[in-house]
T-cell receptor, first 114, second 114 residues
Framework: DAGVIQSPRHEVTEMGQEVTLRCKPISGHDYLFWYRQTMMRGLELLIYFNNNVPIDDSGMPEDRFSAKMPNASFSTLKIQPSEPRDSAVYFC????????????FGPGTRLTVL | GENVEQHPSTLSVQEGDSAVIKCTYSDSASNYFPWYKQELGKRPQLIIDIRSNVGEKKDQRIAVTLNKTAKHFSLHITETQPEDSAVYFCAADRGETGANNLFFGTGTRLTVIP
């Protein structure tokens, strides 16, 4: 397996634009997580899915953020409209089962909002 | 919710010396404590984990200890090498007893000086 795949790897956009980040989890993994990493706040869980269903989105900062998982092999994180404070590295991770399970992270998407 | 605190935020050691990173957590229901290593520009990767029914776990030069009564756990790296230089994150999770939701510490940047 190629591991967790994220695209794009880098995204530069202007304030107000819509941004869509994409993730393909490891095949067979039932859990998918979206994290945001910044120097100030470290690694923050934004939302996670179990079997394509959102379970906990309490970490989503604002209504400008939304996430979907239309099938077991694809998820998106959308920011609309984007703001400069959204600049961060966004990681997607997946794990096989609940609890006691390693989360495998993707390479991340570095987002810069000008 | 869970609150994980991690110290120190930065740590420099001479090659060959030991390094210790400490974390505390607040939720007594947490029972799974993984450690992730993130090299510069790379994704976080699991290096070791411990469950609450174990007080210590070793894997070559890396060991983790857990004190459930005091709600703290530590990462010990012996005979440090330059390739150990990275940011290390501790995390806590309820494991099987709750949602699959890792709460991360803020990270420790370890620098091993050759």
């Amino acid at each position: 397996d190629a591991g967790v795949i994220q695209s794009p790897r880098h995204e530069v956009t202007e304030m107000g634009q819509e941004v869509t980040l994409r993730c393909k989890p490891i095949s067979g993994h039932d859990y998918l997580f979206w994290y945001r990493q910044t120097m100030m706040r470290g690694l923050e869980l934004l939302i996670y899915f179990n079997n394509n269903v959102p379970i906990d989105d309490s970490g989503m900062p604002e209504d400008r953020f939304s996430a979907k998982m239309p099938n077991a092999s694809f998820s998106t994180l959308k920011i609309q409209p984007s703001e400069p404070r959204d600049s961060a590295v966004y990681f997607c991770a997946s794990s096989l089962m609940a609890g006691y399970n390693e989360q495998f992270f993707g390479p991340g998407t570095r987002l810069t909002v000008l | 919710g869970e609150n994980v605190e991690q110290h120190p935020s930065t740590l420099s050691v001479q090659e060959g010396d030991s390094a210790v990173i400490k974390c505390t957590y607040s939720d007594s229901a947490s029972n799974y404590f993984p450690w992730y290593k993130q090299e510069l520009g790379k994704r976080p990767q699991l290096i070791i984990d411990i469950r609450s029914n174990v007080g210590e776990k070793k894997d070559q030069r890396i060991a983790v200890t857990l004190n459930k009564t005091a709600k703290h756990f530590s990462l010990h790296i012996t005979e440090t090498q330059p390739e150990d230089s990275a940011v290390y994150f501790c995390a806590a999770d309820r494991g099987e007893t709750g949602a699959n939701n890792l709460f991360f510490g803020t990270g420790t940047r370890l620098t091993v000086i050759p």
